[in-house]
């Protein structure tokens, strides 16, 4: 399907140096497969050897063969365990596996002390709770004022749908639509940070009920129109080609929602997560990493930071801190809720800070796509010295895969300081200043 030849030579630059070792489970043999240079059993794994500017395109290639990611690994880091590995080699940068989108996301204090006498030794490994679960939890702490499964699958509360609009302008790629619910007479309350389930219509293909899709809110705890009886989500539309057949697939929670109508019913479950809630603390520094509808968490901290009529709502939290959100899309098409970031933006440049990676317009220093790892990388150094301040609280939401390269180029600012970044993360989760939900 692409040319080794000119992958192996892309290993010879700088980005291209730097080489993955994906594991993959579920690859079928089939006539795409068939093309590739290594055997494909039906069960079992898979390791494939990706350089790192090929990421996302080897992502998109296992997904169109039916395969899944189950760990993704520096390759240094498993030559130092265990000796040079033998994996196959392929060409492959982070972007979405497709068909795992649906499956995943849908389917349900103190500073960090800085250890100079510490070598610089790349990224943390993935835990097995990492690779079990679909979305990360990296710190357990404590709130108990926090609302939880107030509605249940069993009981969900009927809501209605307000309004349903368009987030992608026209020459944008895929369907994202801002969808608010109307809540009244309900019990569910919500903060920034949080998620809510839907259970979308009909029976599947065992012919059960179909099961809740858990997607993250993209209203404040108050609702779009500040008035407690909203709640909106950011839910993009799920296409991609069976492996097989070559049909279009499309993801039937996120159909159904993109497709939904003002006045038309819903059954909502929820709230849930404890994992990606801000700080209570107006003088925190907040550093925001999203792709795509990841944004939906990042509005909601965004809005209670700088909304005007949402600051009138919250006397009691007048942010003061500074905030800095990287956000990747493909086109500027796709830059969803652009004008509202750049109306905050422009009104608090002192505290708002906001970066774009738009992967089919802007290049990396290498020529390539410039996707959020590139930005991350590019700002290396300025967010470590921000990560170091004690009020820092770093979130990351989006699509599976993107949190390597970062750790990549934190682990290299972090180097230049004699810190290993893997040991500063580790201390990091265990304040409570490292966030990640990732699908």
């Given amino acids: 399907m692409y040319n080794q030849g000119a992958v192996e030579g892309a290993a010879n630059i700088e980005s291209g140096s730097r080489v993955f070792v994906y594991e993959v489970v579920g690859l079928r043999q089939n006539k795409e497969s068939d093309q590739t240079n290594y055997p494909i059993r039906k069960s079992g794994s898979v390791f494939i050897r990706v350089p790192y500017n090929r990421m996302n395109q080897e992502m998109r290639r296992i997904t169109r063969l039916g395969g899944k990611i189950v760990s993704i690994q520096p390759v240094s880091v498993l030559e130092a365990a265990n000796g040079k590995a033998a994996v196959a080699s392929a060409d492959s940068q982070v972007s979405q596996p497709a068909a795992a989108v649906e499956a995943n996301k849908e389917e349900n204090g103190k500073a960090t002390p800085v250890n100079t006498s510490s070598e610089a030794k790349g990224f943390a490994k993935p835990t097995a709770k990492d690779k079990k679960s679909n979305s990360m939890t990296q710190t357990k702490a404590k709130h108990a004022d926090v609302p939880v499964n107030t509605y249940r699958p069993n009981a969900p509360f009927i809501g209605k749908v307000i309004s349903n609009e368009p987030l992608v302008k026209e020459g944008g790629i895929g369907l994202v639509q801002h969808i608010k619910f109307d809540l009244t007479g309900s019990d569910l309350n919500y903060l920034e940070g949080q998620s809510i389930g839907i259970i979308p219509p009909g029976v599947d293909k065992k012919g059960k009920p179909e099961k809740l899709r858990l997607y993250s809110i993209a209203s404040t705890r108050h609702g779009d129109d500040l008035d407690d009886k ?58 925001m990493l999203a792709t795509g509808t990841g944004i939906a968490p990042m509005r909601t901290y965004l809005w209670r930071m700088f909304k005007d009529e949402e600051r009138a709502a919250n006397p009691e939290y007048q942010f003061q801190g500074f905030a800095w959100l990287l956000f990747g899309v493909p086109k500027t098409e796709n830059i969803l809720y652009k004008e509202e970031l750049e109306a905050m933006q422009a009104k608090y440049p002192d505290n708002f800070r906001l970066s774009y990676a738009i992967s089919r317009e802007q290049q990396n220093p290498q020529g390539g796509r410039m996707y959020i790892q590139d930005r991350v990388a590019e700002h290396a150094d300025e967010l470590w010295q921000l990560i170091k301040n004690e009020k820092t609280h770093t979130y990351i939401c989006g699509l599976r895969g993107m949190e390597g390269g970062i750790d990549e180029a934190l682990s290299a600012a972090a180097a230049k300081e004699g810190v290993t970044w893997s040991d500063y993360q580790k201390g990091m989760k265990k304040a409570g200043r490292w966030h990640v939900e990732t699908y």
């Fill in 230 to 287: 909203t709640v909106s989500l950011c839910v993009r539309q799920l296409e991609y080609k069976h492996p097989e057949s070559g049909e279009t697939v499309y993801g039937v929670c996120s159909t159904y929602l993109t497709q939904i109508k003002p006045g038309d019913e819903v059954k909502i479950t929820g709230p849930v997560g404890k994992e990606m809630l801000l700080p209570e603390d107006p003088d925190a520094n907040v550093i």
